[in-house]
């Protein structure tokens, strides 16, 4: 009688099916719910995070802590019934959220069944086998030493085997995390770097979104590309400036009168260059508008990836994440989207983009960039292809939330992407994960 107490809605023939959520209040747990029909807890965070979890006695409770995770209020506790009673949240410590699962006296579950599975770093799933008597599990009462639960990690993601299965590039992953706790705490910054030789990987957020600013243009540029594959773009066609396109922000053509004229190609190219607001919306246009493009970009596996305004887009409402950018870039560099002519012009004019103050000033000598900047005062990033002098090439996006302006934000992508390019510039292709070659 006590979930129907609290639970108004809730029906007695019901309670094999019956979920219980609850929504983020923080940033970075997202949401999560205990579906009782398969006794399986869920967990979303914004941040990646890597579980511990942990069965304990008297009375028996699956406690699961998340490092590095807030929740941003205060504890609360949701009635289940049966043998699973309750779960309860909190704030462990100030750096760890807290998920215990109560289950109902005289019942546990055996630690070796308990399954704790990540989707993603920042998807998992704690499933529970039907819990038992305890007599039935274990002949000797039980006693108060918490016994461990392994936890499965998410595998690599191969972007559909476009990529080797790599593994996290350990030392560099700490690195980096200790530069954004010390240096740049005021920053949230979403990271993805990929060595497409090898598959391995530094990822801090990167299923975290976050405003796109100009580097939505990337996109848009490929599709552009798509469709001149397909034969419904010529690149010399001529496109007209039409009044109702023309908007301020970044870019030249917005100085010219209503009426001037110019090449598909020229327009494309205005748009990542000089990254020209004007030009994009033209391009947009010309290709069937917001929707078209967004189920363009839904085709391709892109899911947050989304335009939801015409440019300049100031308030920050077009999205995409790290992990995303990375994804496209390795479908980019991996000819998955375009033909040979087509990725060869798209990378020759990501690599004429003016703006060479973000992921550039980390690059050693020789080094070369295909990319593309954005920035509406809050939101800084840089997203690219980056080929070494010896050959070796990997994927970089970096995406910060500053305060309005905030010239950390700058210092912290050149910051991340020296640190990067140094590691990977001194490894050889085999080298260990876990720590930089002297």
Known sequence: MQTVAKFPWFVPGLVGTLLLSAPAHADVLQSWRFDARQNQLE???DEGVQPTAQ??????????????IR??????????????????????????????VELAPGYTVDPQQVQVRGSSLTRWTVKLPTPQPTTAIIANPPSNVPQAIATVAPPPDTFGGLIPAGRPLTWLQQRVSSLRTSKYSSLRSGISFLDMETGNYLDLNGDKVYATASIIKLPILIAFFQDVDAGKIKLNETLTMTRDMVVGGSGEMQDLPVGSKFTALETATKMITISDNTATNMIIKRMGGIQMLNQRFRSWGLEKTVIRNWLPDLRGTNTTTAKELTRLLAMLDQQKLLSSKSQAQAIGILQRVKNRKLLPVGLGRGATIAHKTGDIGFLLGDA?????PNGKHYLAAVLVESAYDDPAARDFIQDVSRI???????????????QPNP
């Open 420 to 434: 990067v390019y140094s590691y990977l510039d001194q490894a050889p292709r085999t080298a260990s994960v876990n």
């Open 384 to 388: 690219g292809i980056v080929v070494m």
């Open 55 to 68: 069965l304990i006695a008297n009375p028996s409770r699956v406690v699961i802590d998340l490092p590095g």
């Open 43 to 45: 967990i979303s965070t």
């Open 71 to 100: 929740l941003g209020r205060p504890k609360t506790s949701q009635v289940i019934g049966g043998t699973v009673q309750a779960v309860r949240t909190g704030q462990f410590n100030a750096q760890t959220a807290r998920f215990v």
